[in-house]
């Protein structure tokens, strides 16, 4: 059975995309539409901007959603998915994808959740680290320990945990965690705690944008990173999309639970490699390739 899988922030790079606007006429109308949608000319910045242009979160996450969700739809009656999964921001690439979500309506919401998570991340001052080479329990324990907000963020394969919260609380954690065995505790070039209670805010704020849009019953079923469980019901969608902000990325539990459905073919659709290195390490019996 075959998994697509879409990324996430960080996975951006200048001149992603540009192959696709100038081969396709269908990807050139889609990120002509997407320029308009957003007011500002995205492609612009993707093409030939600047690695600092491209890490302000307004316009990474629209940046990597475009890039993930043109690429699906060019390949036309070749995506063929008996599951989708994506990694944080690119859940919302995996529900426009699997056609729970139009492409309008997906560029919206990416939108309004980067802008939302901008406005969070300037009202407190945040941060987040890698930590290398602890086991997950370990961390969870030092996390809760700190008394400041540290939390974990993403589980990205065994061994490789991002926690996420203040300045103060991150530095004191990293400190602790190489102390309990650590390899390595790296501090992340991020605007903010994402996926943390920090992002209480933006959590709000995009709610009500969710509960606004129209989503339908995705063509497969979607891991969704709040649960790493399979969905269908548009209503669960929404809910877990919310709870997304503040929750962490339950990215080993998906995958697993991808391979544990029947998973033997993982694509990455979008900039990078990332998350095929993440899949490789969660499942080595599987195949594991990328169209960028």
Same mark, same amino acid.
């Given at each position: 059975m075959k998994a697509y899988v879409f990324p996430g922030q960080g996975a951006q790079f200048v001149g992603m995309g540009k192959n696709l606007y100038d081969s396709s006429p269908m990807a050139k109308e889609l990120f002509e539409k997407a320029n308009e949608i957003l007011g500002f000319r995205i492609t612009d910045l993707m093409f030939s901007g600047t690695d600092e242009d491209l890490r302000q979160?307004?316009?990474?996450?629209?940046?990597?959603?475009?890039?993930?969700?043109?690429?699906?739809?060019?390949?036309?009656?070749?995506?063929?998915?008996?599951?989708?999964?994506?990694?944080?921001?690119?859940?919302?690439?995996?529900?426009?994808?699997?056609?729970?979500?139009?492409?309008?309506?997906?560029?919206?919401?990416?939108?309004?959740?980067?802008?939302?998570?901008?406005?969070? %991340?300037?009202?407190?001052p945040s941060t987040m680290a890698a930590i290398l080479g602890l086991d997950?329990?370990?961390?969870?324990?030092? %996390?809760? @320990?700190?008394?400041?907000?540290?939390?974990?963020?993403?589980?990205?394969?065994?061994?490789?945990?991002?926690? @996420?919260?203040?300045?103060?609380?991150?530095?004191?954690a990293c400190e602790q965690l190489k102390a309990a065995g650590a390899r390595r505790a790296l501090p992340l070039k991020v605007g903010g705690a994402f996926h943390s209670p920090l992002m209480e805010p933006a959590r709000i704020e995009l709610a009500e944008a969710i509960h606004a849009?129209?989503?339908?019953?995705?063509?497969?079923?979607?891991?969704?990173?709040?649960?790493? !469980?399979?969905?269908?019901?548009?209503?669960?969608?929404?809910?877990?999309?919310?709870? !997304?902000?503040?929750a962490p990325v339950l990215w080993t539990q998906i995958v697993q639970h991808m391979i544990a459905d029947g998973a033997d073919q993982f694509v990455e659709l979008g900039p990078g490699s990332v998350l095929q290195g993440l899949v490789q390490k969660i499942g080595k019996e599987v195949t594991v390739s990328g169209l960028s």
């Open positions: 979160t307004k316009v990474t996450q629209p940046a990597i959603f475009l890039h993930s969700v043109i690429l699906a739809v060019t390949l036309g009656e070749d995506f063929k998915p008996d599951m989708v999964a994506g990694h944080s921001l690119g859940e919302f690439s995996a529900l426009v994808a699997s056609k729970a979500l139009s492409f309008e309506d997906g560029l919206r919401l990416v939108a309004a959740r980067s802008g939302a998570m901008q406005k969070a %991340c300037e009202m407190k997950d329990a370990k961390v969870e324990e030092i %996390c809760k @320990s700190i008394g400041e907000v540290v939390v974990p963020a993403n589980y990205n394969s065994p061994g490789q945990l991002v926690i @996420s919260g203040s300045i103060k609380g991150i530095e004191t849009t129209t989503i339908n019953a995705p063509m497969c079923p979607i891991y969704q990173n709040a649960t790493a !469980q399979p969905v269908t019901d548009p209503e669960t969608i929404k809910a877990n999309l919310v709870a !997304q902000l503040t």
